[in-house]
């Protein structure tokens, strides 16, 4: 298979995490017989200081005529520090998501064998955790209107919702579902959010259409607390953008590693790939970033695109690694520690 990826290393260890995840999905292309040609383009902070625009014209050029895009982080301290900046690396992330038409973000959160007492939970809370969260990622309160009045003295956001919007997201949720074990959660806040009793009753006219899917409905506020009690019991959960955003990275912990974790963006043209962290801006250049979570974004790549050995491959490699002690600072827990390359060169060396 040819495949065209566009690559956006974005800002802080992006750069550094990217590189590794081309260096073990070049080295899958080798074994399997594929050709990948990547496509760098600007976006984040380093797009802001470059042309000024953190998610340029000539990016989205770039990704829209991709197979797939394949994206690091983005983030600086010099934005993330000064709350009145007219342009801001954020900006370039929803701005990419509406013009791709990216509304469907798919967050995993599973556990490792070799890891288990690394988790801040207890080993019998976690053991066979295996859940997928589906964010809505294209509406919501991140995308209503929003301003000052008063003199600035008061805010607002607005939240808003269509009917089509959660039937699109809900449909990915079902579907997702009927593949596993046939069990999903709608989380909302409907006993005080009409946007959320839109979402419910919206669901719930769905089910007559997948009879073998069992449906339960939370409020979100019991799902945060249910995730560190049993997260076990969850399988598949479709939320909205702000809930989900919270909910996924509370769930990313109970692995023992946010920097293991992938996720997916997905649209009705092209999907986005990326690891769940920040560009934390202080490991910048110290070859000491976890690249697990971006080699196993790019392993989900793989297998959207049909190619499940390839992507099985990978994972099998990040698995060996855990098992064999070929972990970055974050997972070490005062072992040897190695660095973000080589790490890279040893799954590719692996896959």
């Given at each position: ?27 899958i ?37 991709a ?35 990216l ?5 995993p ?26 964010r ?73 259409d ?25 399988d ?20 023992g ?35 697990m979570?971006?080699?196993?974004s ?54």
């Amino acid at each position: 298979m040819k495949l065209n990826i566009a690559l956006l290393a974005g800002d802080g260890i992006g750069p550094e995490v990217i590189n590794e995840a081309v260096k073990v999905s070049d080295a899958i292309a080798q074994k399997f017989g594929h050709e990948i040609t990547w496509k760098p383009a600007l976006t984040g902070a380093a797009a802001i200081d470059a042309v000024g625009e953190p998610y340029p014209d000539a990016t989205h050029e770039v990704c829209k005529n991709a197979d797939a895009v394949l994206f690091g982080a983005i983030g600086h301290p010099k934005y993330d520090n000064d709350p009145s900046a007219p342009v801001r690396p954020e900006q370039g992330l929803l701005k990419m998501r509406k013009a791709l038409g990216l509304f469907a973000n798919v967050r995993p959160t599973f556990t490792f064998p070799s890891l288990l007492d690394k988790s801040p939970l207890k080993r019998e809370r976690i053991e066979g955790t295996d859940l997928v969260f589906l964010r809505e990622l294209t509406g919501g309160i991140y995308f209503g209107e929003k301003g000052r009045k008063d003199n600035g003295d008061t805010a607002y956001d607005n939240c808003v919702y269509t009917r089509a919007e959660v039937q699109r997201l809900a449909k990915k949720g079902f579907e997702l579902a009927m593949t596993r074990s046939k069990k999903l959660c709608c989380v909302d806040k409907a006993n005080v959010l009409e946007t959320s009793r839109l979402w419910r009753e919206t669901v719930q006219a769905m089910e007559k259409d997948y009879p073998e899917v069992e449906v339960s409905y939370e409020f979100v506020d019991a799902v945060a607390m249910r995730l560190v009690q049993w997260p076990n019991s969850y399988d598949v959960l479709i939320t909205e953008n702000l809930f989900g955003d919270i909910l996924t990275d509370e769930a990313s912990v109970i692995s023992g590693s946010m920097g293991l974790m992938p996720s997916a963006s997905m649209g009705a043209e092209v999907s986005l790939f990326e690891p769940i962290h920040g560009s934390y801006p202080q490991a910048t250049g110290l070859n000491i970033a976890n690249p697990m979570a971006t080699i196993l974004s790019a392993a989900m790549m793989f297998e959207n695109f049909g190619l499940m050995e390839e992507g099985k491959a990978m994972r099998d490699a990040v698995n060996k690694a855990l098992e064999a002690g070929v972990v970055t600072e974050d997972l070490a827990n005062g072992g040897k520690a190695y660095g973000t390359k080589e790490v890279g060169d040893w799954l590719a060396a692996n896959v």
